[in-house]
């Protein structure tokens, strides 16, 4: 099963030039803004959205707009976005850039395209990403978030999963499963974006990027509005 997984996907991004070539012509800037703008939607219907305590006390959120998912049988999703971690003064880190990809067997057909934001609950998950290829379900517990306000009550009863992951589309959240899906450091985006040929995604989210843009500083100050507990 896992073979044809890995095949779908390898088919996907062979025939699709949408997910083949995203890495390539995105603007790395735009993907920071997009981010803000889906934080943004957190705070703004926190009764539909993700719960408050629970984003308050992550180690650390990845935020991915627009992740392709298509299928005809054999389907796939893959997407690139950003991670951000907590440091143990309570301060955002600056951005990584990181891929997600995954794919599923099953009948299916067509495409769309959604948010996907995963929420850590400890470091040890961040660890596993920087130290390459990770794997949702199988190097980390990871669980469909609750949604809203009501929501909040049921993390009490799930703390076994190690992130919980999210879609957003037409504005509103949801508990999305994937497991199977892999995240990885887009080291490429991470040089582009920082100046930096030998930048890792450790460096950034140490603090070692040695950057500071406008849309880095607005994203962090709606991450640090979004969660204020240390």
Not at 106 to 131: E, H, P, Y
């Amino acid at each position: 099963m896992k073979g044809i997984v890995t095949l779908g996907i390898a088919v996907l991004l062979a025939l699709n030039p949408v997910l083949s070539c995203e890495a390539a012509s995105d603007d790395r800037e735009e993907k920071i803004v997009l981010a803000t703008d889906i934080l943004k939607e957190i705070t703004v219907i926190p009764e539909k959205g993700i719960p408050p305590s629970l984003l308050n006390d992550a180690a650390g959120v990845a935020i991915i707009p627009n992740v392709i998912k298509i299928g005809f049988v054999i389907g796939g999703r893959h997407g690139t976005g950003i991670l951000l971690v907590r440091g143990r003064n309570g301060q955002w880190s600056n951005p990584s850039f990181i891929s997600l990809t995954g794919g599923s067997v099953g009948w299916q057909i067509g495409a769309q395209a959604t948010d996907v934001i995963l929420v850590f609950k400890n470091r040890k998950s961040i660890d596993g990403i920087m130290d390459g290829k990770f794997t949702l379900g199988a190097d980390a517990a990871v669980a469909a978030g609750p949604v809203g306000r009501r929501g909040e009550a049921a993390t009490d009863t799930m703390l076994k999963a190690e992130i919980y992951s999210y879609s957003r589309s037409r504005g509103l959240f949801a508990g999305v499963s994937l497991e199977g899906s892999a995240l990885q450091i887009d080291d490429k985006a991470n040089a582009s974006y920082y100046g930096r040929r030998d930048i890792t995604g450790r460096n950034v989210l140490s603090g070692a990027a040695g950057r500071e843009t406008p849309e880095i500083a607005r994203l962090r100050a709606m991450l640090a509005a979004s969660t204020p507990k240390p």
